[in-house]
């Protein structure tokens, strides 16, 4: 798989000057879909983005959800935070009306994935000093536990820092536990099937193609994902047997195409890569201005997202540094799966 050379510049937000800039092959093009204002106490009212915001997920009819997230890994972070979710559509948020996007219980350290074309959802969450993580899976903006929490008295955490979930095709589930650096499987209803079903140093992010191979990325060496150092992503197969495929991207969030092709949020590079199943990489995207991708995924292709008109489309949450609020998502569509020569 090639990407020809990025030639496209796309003005993300036209009516202001401080617009993120996005290149982009030909047939593809970029908007901003979600954004706030007024959020930063210290800038002016017209300062654009969201509060602090790590991943998303899109369900099957379309709507996007956002982990608001703290300070994951300074260990100082005193607030429960929320999901956003945001309907088919985008939004434009703002303090006064920020509650009607909020969606689910308040939770410590939330992320949130998605699994079997939007059909499942669930939220990791851990507590840092306690060194107890749990999984959640969400039903109608409900909680409900699937794995992992506080152990009976005098035993094991199952679970310390989970971060990224995936769903194969029979419904088992698997979760990146990023600070035992193990991949943990479970059966649909929670019981556990393999505490170390695959081993790797620090995964974080997780993918499931439809062959059940589970894609992984992880940070590396780096103790904290900002750390300037190499990331690794690696391919586990339905046996359980993991290959690394390739090393150097910090993979921030990696998401699968609906045909099945690998996209890698870098962060450290500013860009968003393409990669085959041998993890040769090629840029796919390249942000110009000092933004950066911080996490994406694929809209599901179904009857509801081809009534919205973003089925297939993908979303990433971008990053701007040194800047505060940092985040917006930008809706990317184009012919993913078509051959880029």
């Known amino acids: 798989m090639r990407v020809r050379a990025l030639v496209v510049a796309v003005l993300l937000v036209p009516a202001s000057p401080a617009g993120a800039e996005l290149t982009l092959p030909p047939g593809f093009s970029a908007e901003v879909y979600v954004t706030g204002t007024g959020f930063d106490p210290a800038a002016s009212r017209a300062a654009r983005g969201l509060p602090s915001t790590s ?6 009819a379309g709507a996007v959800l956002l982990a608001r997230t703290g300070r994951r890994y ?34 410590w350290n939330p992320q949130v994935s998605a699994g079997r074309a939007g059909r499942e959802l669930f939220v990791t ?12 899976r969400l039903h109608a903006g409900r909680a409900e536990l699937f794995a992992g929490g506080t152990p009976p008295r005098g035993g094991t955490p199952l679970l310390v820092q989970p971060e990224g979930v995936a769903v194969d095709r029979s419904g088992r589930v698997y979760v990146a536990d990023r600070q035992r650096g193990v991949v943990v499987r479970f059966d ?17 992010v997780l993918a499931m193609d439809d062959a059940d191979r589970l894609w992984v990325g992880s940070d590396g060496s780096a103790d904290a994902p900002w750390q300037r150092t190499d990331g690794e992503i690696w391919r586990v197969g339905a046996d359980g047997e993991a290959r690394r495929v390739l090393r150097g991207p910090m993979p921030a969030g990696i998401a699968l195409s609906p045909g099945g092709r690998l996209f890698v949020a870098d962060r450290h590079a500013e860009r968003i890569l393409a990669v085959d199943a041998e993890g040769r990489a090629v840029e796919f995207a390249r942000f110009t201005d000092g933004d950066a991708p ?5 809209v599901p292709v179904t009857p509801d997202t081809r009534r919205a008109g973003i089925a297939g489309d993908l979303l990433v949450v971008t990053i701007r540094r040194g800047a505060w609020p ?14 880029h020569e």
């Open 55 to 60: 991943t998303l997920a899109v369900d099957h």
């Open 74 to 107: 300074l260990g100082d972070e005193v607030d429960m935070l929320r999901l956003y979710r945001i309907p088919p559509g985008g939004a434009r948020l703002a303090p006064g009306g920020e509650a009607r996007y909020a969606w689910g219980p308040p939770l």
């Open 125 to 136: 969450t851990f507590e840092r000093d306690r060194l107890i993580g749990a999984v959640y």
């Open 188 to 204: 649909p209803s929670g019981r556990v099937l393999d505490a170390r079903w695959a081993s790797m140093t620090r995964p974080r």
């Open 294 to 298: 911080r996490s994406l995924g694929f």
């Open 326 to 339: 940092v985040n917006e998502v930008v809706r990317i569509s184009g012919p993913f799966d078509a051959p």
